[in-house]
């Protein structure tokens, strides 16, 4: 599920996982909201995994950055204009993962880092199961032919876009730490839940 061909769109059927999730919406380029969230997430999930070891004697690696996009109405998306652009910012979590270890790993968090969207992070189960997706790999900014190729293939193959949660939204893996990777580089997955069509 999380390593597909760059090449040809695969099918897979993902199963119910645990997330660290916040909420938010605007431009994720110049939005503080979106930076402040995507480093909470990644410092409750690290935080986790050390209290995690240490506790436990469990150890696993910390999952990738995941996001979930979409705008209320499908007719106003904008690729270029993504200040009316909702999210779901999200790092998946090991099933051994509890919601009171998480509470306690946030007031671990904010004793030492001042970050007001700490709060606002939930820890709940996304369950989106039969999917499409294929590995794209290169800047942000041209994904565009790839998430066309992906939205063919399911369209070709007799199934459309899943109406329930998370429906409509686009969701993309970002497998590359965008600060330390060339854009021509990036590895990101693009995935879209999908049922047979009626």
Aim: cysteine-free; overall charge positive; aromatic content about 10%.
């Amino acid at each position: 599920m999380y390593n597909p061909s760059a090449k040809e769109v695969s099918i897979v059927d993902v199963p119910e996982m645990n997330f660290l999730m916040i909420d938010g919406e605007g431009d994720p380029n110049t939005s503080q909201e979106y930076h402040d969230s995507i480093e909470a997430l990644f410092s409750v999930s690290y935080k986790v995994k050390f209290i995690t070891k240490k506790e436990n004697s469990q150890d696993y690696v910390v999952m990738p950055l995941e996001g979930l996009w979409w705008v209320e109405n499908l007719a106003d998306f904008n690729i270029q204009d993504k200040s009316g652009w909702k999210w779901t910012a999200m790092i998946r979590q090991p099933d051994f993962i509890t919601k009171y270890m998480i509470k306690k790993t946030i007031q671990e968090v904010e004793k030492k880092k001042k970050l007001p969207v700490l709060p606002r992070i939930k820890f709940q189960s996304l369950h989106e199961g039969l999917a499409a997706q294929i590995m794209y790999i290169g800047p942000y900014s041209q994904e565009g032919p790839a998430v066309e190729k992906l939205h063919n293939f399911i369209e070709e193959k007799g199934y459309e876009f899943n109406g329930s949660l998370p429906g409509e939204k686009h969701h993309e893996i970002y497998i590359s730490d965008m600060r330390r990777t060339k854009p021509g580089k990036l590895k990101t997955i693009i995935r879209q839940p999908m049922k047979r069509r009626n």
